[in-house]
């Protein structure tokens, strides 16, 4: 049996010692649920008597409603309480300093070679990219550099069979645009090259572009023109190349090209050793041999070439002095390179 004054003392006790929503729930089920208190008050209706059931059910709704209203109060305040809980927690300080995700940035040789092609697709030139395992055919032989020439011994190369290598320049993507191709001709061809070297300034593997013009009357004018456009691009406005003779099998007459030191403008520095004068790449006009192996009538055509190494651009024009780290992918060195 219920005692309603007892009820309500005990509904006010337990109420008073709520202060969770588990709490809360527990509280519901105690006294306002089917199976709760206030619910077994109603239930009492039966034992009493039948002209007083009325009030007592009036009684018993009243009794009803209070504790549900006292209950509602509860849970609006347990509910606010959380949610302020809540804020609490999840409340953003927007003065912290943020730990930001920093996105990478192209590695300087990509972001040379990309300058070195954009240079260059601007007079006209195509991009044709070779296989990094040639064979000997296309690597030597049919550049001029002849099975027992001495030139071979130029190259320190990794041969993979008796035939197969890791090409050891760009050069022979020259042989393969002009099986490919008929002049006019205007290409760029850069890409990884292999060769058994290795020390500050050499690495087993590095870059190379080759370039390669051929038409009606091309001449080493045109190549110094195009190099010229080229260091002024690259380097400073104020750049200008000089051709010294040099051998390449592949071409005659082989020019080796200096750029004008862009760090003292050629007075002379600790960059171009006193000489006003850097090395940058070897070139020259095509050898009718070459033309005539790709099936190129050299007697109405001929052709200009020249080959870059990218790595030897990049560490002069960042002033980088170990071929290693161009390598290493080390991050404190690359992150310098953002743009
Ligand atoms: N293939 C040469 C090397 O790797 C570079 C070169 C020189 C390329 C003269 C050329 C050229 O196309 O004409 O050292």
Same mark, same amino acid.
């Given at each position: 049996? #219920?005692?309603?004054?007892?009820?309500?003392?005990?509904?006010?006790?337990?109420?008073?010692?709520?202060?969770?929503?588990? @709490? $809360?729930?527990?509280?519901?089920?105690? +006294?306002?649920?089917?199976?709760?208190?206030?619910?077994?008050?109603?239930?009492?209706? &039966?034992?009493?008597?039948?002209?007083?059931?009325?009030?007592?059910? @009036? +009684?018993?709704?009243?009794?009803?409603?209070?504790?549900?209203?006292?209950?509602?109060?509860?849970?609006?305040?347990?509910?606010?309480?959380?949610?302020?809980?809540?804020?609490?927690?999840?409340?953003?300080?927007?003065?912290?300093?943020?730990?930001? @995700?920093?996105?990478?940035? $192209?590695?300087?040789?990509?972001?040379? &070679?990309?300058? /070195?092609?954009?240079?260059?697709?601007?007079?006209?030139?195509?991009?044709?990219?070779?296989?990094?395992?040639?064979?000997?055919?296309?690597?030597? =032989? %049919?550049?001029?550099?002849?099975?027992?020439?001495?030139?071979?011994?130029?190259?320190?190369? #990794?041969?993979?069979?008796?035939?197969?290598?890791?090409?050891?320049?760009?050069?022979?993507? !020259?042989?393969?645009?002009?099986?490919?191709?008929?002049?006019?001709? &205007?290409?760029?061809?850069?890409?990884?090259?292999?060769?058994?070297?290795?020390?500050?300034?050499?690495?087993?593997?590095?870059? !190379?572009?080759?370039?390669?013009?051929?038409?009606?009357?091309? =001449?080493?004018?045109?190549? @110094? *023109? /195009? $190099?010229?456009?080229?260091?002024?691009?690259?380097?400073?406005?104020?750049?200008?190349?000089?051709?010294?003779?040099?051998?390449?099998? +592949?071409?005659?007459?082989?020019?080796?090209?200096?750029?004008?030191?862009?760090?003292?403008?050629?007075?002379?520095?600790?960059?171009?050793?006193?000489?006003?004068?850097?090395?940058?790449?070897?070139?020259?006009?095509?050898?009718?041999?070459?033309?005539?192996?790709?099936?190129?009538?050299?007697?109405?055509?001929? *052709?200009?070439?020249?080959?870059?190494?990218?790595? %030897?651009?990049? /560490?002069?024009?960042?002033?980088?002095?170990?071929?290693?780290? /161009?390598?290493?992918?080390?991050?404190?060195? $690359?992150?310098? +390179?953002?743009?």
């Amino acid at each position: 049996m #219920f005692n309603a004054d007892e009820l309500k003392k005990l509904f006010l006790s337990d109420l008073n010692n709520v202060e969770s929503e588990n @709490q $809360l729930s527990e509280f519901w089920k105690k +006294f306002l649920s089917k199976q709760g208190a206030v619910q077994g008050l109603m239930a009492n209706i &039966k034992n009493v008597a039948k002209e007083e059931k009325k009030s007592y059910g @009036q +009684f018993v709704n009243d009794v009803k409603n209070w504790a549900q209203k006292l209950y509602e109060e509860k849970k609006a305040e347990i509910e606010k309480a959380a949610l302020n809980a809540r804020y609490d927690l999840e409340t953003v300080d927007v003065t912290m300093p943020v730990d930001i @995700q920093t996105p990478g940035n $192209l590695h300087p040789l990509t972001t040379v &070679k990309y300058e /070195m092609i954009n240079v260059f697709a601007g007079m006209g030139f195509e991009i044709f990219e070779g296989p990094e395992i040639e064979d000997d055919d296309h690597n030597f =032989t %049919r550049l001029n550099v002849l099975k027992d020439h001495p030139s071979r011994d130029m190259q320190d190369t #990794f041969w993979l069979t008796e035939d197969l290598l890791l090409r050891t320049h760009t050069s022979p993507g !020259q042989i393969r645009v002009m099986d490919a191709e008929k002049p006019p001709i &205007k290409v760029l061809v850069p890409g990884k090259v292999f060769r058994s070297d290795s020390d500050a300034t050499h690495s087993p593997m590095f870059s !190379q572009m080759e370039g390669l013009v051929v038409d009606k009357h091309i =001449t080493l004018c045109d190549l @110094q *023109g /195009m $190099l010229d456009e080229f260091v002024k691009n690259m380097f400073s406005d104020a750049a200008k190349t000089r051709l010294r003779p040099s051998y390449f099998p +592949f071409t005659e007459p082989s020019v080796e090209v200096d750029v004008s030191c862009f760090k003292c403008g050629g007075k002379g520095c600790s960059l171009c050793k006193g000489t006003g004068w850097i090395e940058v790449l070897g070139g020259g006009v095509v050898n009718n041999k070459v033309l005539e192996n790709c099936g190129i009538d050299s007697t109405k055509y001929s *052709g200009l070439a020249f080959g870059i190494g990218i790595e %030897r651009i990049t /560490m002069l024009k960042y002033g980088i002095n170990h071929m290693g780290k /161009m390598f290493e992918n080390d991050i404190e060195f $690359l992150k310098q +390179f953002k743009a």
